[in-house]
């Protein structure tokens, strides 16, 4: 594996290096469209729809329309954003385990310490395992804000970046408020029923079929010598970053600063009309694949 990105863990004053990377990978063959006479490879042209001619990668802006207007943003505009700069994973909180929705699950990474010393980075991962908790992190990839989880799989840290609040659709099925009946021995039978299914479930059991058979297909093709000669070339780029800090100095700092902060909040419970109110940060708001059986 090669790491997609670089960068550090950050909480309180603890700051872990870490290295990015893709936890899953898509075995789905890949085609393309050619032409059905000669064999030729079918490729959509970039056309500017104003002046009619081609244009280059290089020359292509992205833009937003409202439908009424268009407004054109460089690349210059979009690399001004702090987030398209930032280097670091924050964590904003620890929440329990089980309040993390699994539908709000998008993608998986694993994290490795990327240090000489992986202290800090086993001192987490055992913190989150001992107390049930899942960090939720602000990071920025491929520039895009994300909101993740931070959690624990084995004996590696693992981020699962999570849908915005706000893309998750609301589940309203008028159907579903009707009121339904159901009797004991219908509500035994189907249990009797999901008993006989019952197992341990096994990720290694389950095989995509449909992508097993298309690649017998293609390699039957390719043994009967109905092939045409192509060349293909694949790259991926490695990213920098992340130190490390001392780890006791760093963690005695962020309790006292936790603590300090919490007396003063106190302090000022106390003395309402001497003491300013504190802003609060704005807390962040907080898809299961299909398997076919073998």
Not at 5 to 22: D, I, S
Not at 31 to 59: K, T
Not at 108 to 137: G, H, M, N
Not at 189 to 209: G, I, N, T
Request: proline letters at 3%.
């Amino acid at each position: 594996m090669r790491s997609i990105w670089k960068g550090a863990l950050t909480f309180g004053l603890v700051n872990v290096p870490v290295k990015v990377y893709a936890a899953t990978e898509d075995h789905d063959v890949s085609l393309h469209q050619v032409h059905n006479a000669d064999g030729g490879r079918i490729r959509y042209q970039r056309r500017c729809e104003v002046c009619g001619e081609i244009v280059a990668y290089s020359d292509i802006d992205r833009a937003y329309d409202d439908g009424d207007r268009t407004v054109v943003l460089t690349d210059e505009d979009l690399k001004s954003l702090p987030s398209e700069r930032s280097r670091e994973i924050d964590v904003v909180e620890f929440v329990p385990s089980e309040q993390v929705d699994p539908i709000t699950y998008d993608k998986s990474y694993f994290l490795e310490p990327d240090s000489a010393s992986p202290k800090a980075y086993v001192l987490l991962r055992r913190t989150l395992e001992q107390t049930d908790r899942t960090a939720i992190v602000r990071f920025s990839l491929r520039q895009k804000t994300r909101l993740a989880a931070l959690r624990v799989r084995g004996d590696v840290l693992m981020l699962q970046t999570l849908l915005w609040a706000d893309e998750v659709r609301a589940a309203e099925f008028p159907s579903l408020n009707e009121s339904v009946r159901i009797s004991a021995k219908e509500l035994e039978l189907s249990a009797s029923l999901v008993e006989s299914f019952s197992s341990d479930f096994d990720p290694d059991e389950f095989v995509d079929e449909y992508q097993k058979e298309l690649k017998t297909l293609i390699a039957a093709k390719l043994e009967k010598g109905d092939a045409i000669d192509t060349d293909a070339t694949f790259g991926e780029q490695e990213e920098e970053g992340g130190e490390v800090i001392d780890l006791m100095a760093a963690l005695r700092a962020s309790v006292e600063r936790s603590r300090a902060s919490r007396d003063k909040g106190d302090a000022g419970k106390d003395a309402e009309d001497d003491a300013e109110p504190e802003e609060k940060a704005e807390k962040p708001k907080r898809k299961r694949s299909t398997k076919k059986a073998s």
